[in-house]
């Protein structure tokens, strides 16, 4: 579920009227629910938790679904660790409260500085994802007279996920080292003086709506264990990753119990029953997703013979995923439709130059005008964290709610902020 409804004709976050919002930090904006964040978080933890009684469960919340250093710290102060993917977001963690060894470092990529970095801060666990990473990171360790706890995450051929482009798990994706390799890279580490290597761990996709494939992916995983240890391995940590998805199209009534949550704790607890490892979580989505909106400002309308354009402040570089996955946001405007109201067909598009910038096509909403609001639901995640400056927009501000509070975590960008970071070639100045 989520905390955005109407009340007194008027779309709320919380306790907080969204036109409020609109007009002291002005549109578009991120918008954020600090109890739909802790509701997820804790509902996710305490599923996963109680599955798997026996074993010890720790749940890092994936930061590139969202990064905010509002949402980051209500996550912090929860207890969470954090799954990051970069040099920048392990600073980040670490400046938002997560302490070093509440964080892992995933990544099909990471350099040497990145590693020197994470291994200088003591973080939890690097997820190694190729052989030349195992050498790279057992190098920059011993050198800093360091032994690393390291995973090694494994490509377990089967993929899912709502998209070609968010799936990860078969072996034709860039991710992990193949099931066949991890027996003689583990037998390769023991003798590596920089890392100390403490199981494995997967991710599958993003955005999976049933337990099927994680039980298949996961299955494998557990005889992987079983077969690592019969060769003398030491195998202590499981990390199973995220990839839950939720509900995108959510109801005016939106109260969805959290039933998916649910028979994927039963699941892991089922395939990990006995197996004596600590199991780790990687979920992003699934916790902030729905706690997110984008609200825009309709600027123009373009009637067509055959279409009506809806041209909204919001664009793609604001969030791109309906761009990039052909993904589907709900559209609700902020003021509160009358029962009965007549709609349109609108094809909702931003001001970038490009065709591509368009949310959705014949989509039936109330009848709107210049300057009404609309809000983009479920945009929590993957919307301000990929957001960017293209065609010299600024970045969108975003604002977390808390009961009747709400704080700018992060301002509108300043055009001296975007033009001032770019210098000049000598020969021009
Ligand atoms: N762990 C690893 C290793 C990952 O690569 C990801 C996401 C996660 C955890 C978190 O997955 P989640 O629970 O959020 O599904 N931009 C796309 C989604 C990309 C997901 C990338 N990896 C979108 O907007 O749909």
Redesign the pocket.
């Known amino acids: 579920m989520h905390h955005f409804s109407y009340r007194d004709g008027s779309l709320f976050a919380e306790d907080v009227d969204l036109r409020e919002v609109a007009d002291a930090v002005g549109t578009p904006v991120y918008v954020y629910s600090s109890a739909t964040i802790e509701r997820h978080y804790r509902l996710f933890s305490a599923a996963v938790k109680a599955a798997a009684p026996t074993a010890k469960a720790h749940v890092f919340y994936?930061m590139?679904?969202n990064g905010n250093l509002g949402v980051l710290k209500t996550l912090a102060a929860l207890g969470a660790g954090a799954?990051t993917v970069s040099e920048g977001e392990i600073r980040k963690a670490l400046a938002a409260g997560f302490p070093p060894d509440r964080i892992v470092f995933?990544g099909v990529g990471k350099s040497e500085s990145e590693l020197r970095y994470a291994v200088e801060q003591g973080i939890y666990q690097v997820n190694i994802e190729t052989e030349g990473e195992l050498d790279l990171l057992s190098r920059v360790a011993s050198a800093l007279g360091k032994r690393q706890e390291a995973v090694f995450r494994v490509n377990p051929d089967i993929g899912a996920g709502?998209?070609a482009k968010?799936t990860?798990g078969s072996s034709e994706n860039k991710f992990g080292v193949s099931f066949e390799e991890v027996g003689r890279l583990y037998t390769r580490a023991a003798n590596m003086p920089g890392v100390r290597m403490m199981g494995l761990a997967l991710?599958i996709g993003?955005?999976i709506r049933e337990t099927e494939s994680y039980e298949a992916a996961y299955a494998k995983m557990v005889a992987l264990v079983g077969d690592l240890r019969a060769e003398g391995h030491r195998v202590e940590r499981l990390d199973l990753?995220?990839?839950?998805g939720i509900p995108y199209d959510i109801p005016k009534d939106f109260d969805h119990g959290p039933d998916l949550i649910e028979a994927y704790a039963a699941m892991v607890g089922r395939v990990t029953k006995g197996l004596d490892v600590e199991l780790g979580f990687?979920?992003?989505?699934?916790i902030v997703g729905n706690a997110g909106i984008l609200m825009t400002r309709v600027l123009h309308l373009n009637p067509r013979p055959t279409k009506q354009f809806l041209v909204v402040d919001a664009a793609m570089n604001d969030l791109v995923?309906p761009a990039m996955?052909e993904?589907y946001h709900e559209i609700w405007p902020v003021s509160e439709p009358e029962a009965g109201a007549p709609e349109i067909a609108y094809d909702v598009v931003g001001p970038i130059c490009e065709s591509g910038d368009t949310f959705t096509t014949g989509r039936l909403l109330p009848t709107l005008r210049p300057g009404d609001l609309i809000a983009f639901m479920t945009a929590g995640?993957?919307g301000a964290s990929?957001s960017s400056t293209y065609n010299q927009r600024l970045l969108v501000p975003e604002v977390l709610v808390k009961g009747a509070d709400y704080a700018v975590t992060r301002p509108r960008q300043s055009y001296e902020d975007l033009l001032g970071t770019d210098r000049a070639p000598p020969w021009l100045a």
Do not use: F, N, V, W
Request: no cysteine.
């Open positions: 994936a590139k679904a799954d995933s709502g998209h968010i990860t991710h993003s955005q990753g995220g990839g839950l990687e979920p992003g989505r699934l995923r996955y993904a995640a993957y990929m």
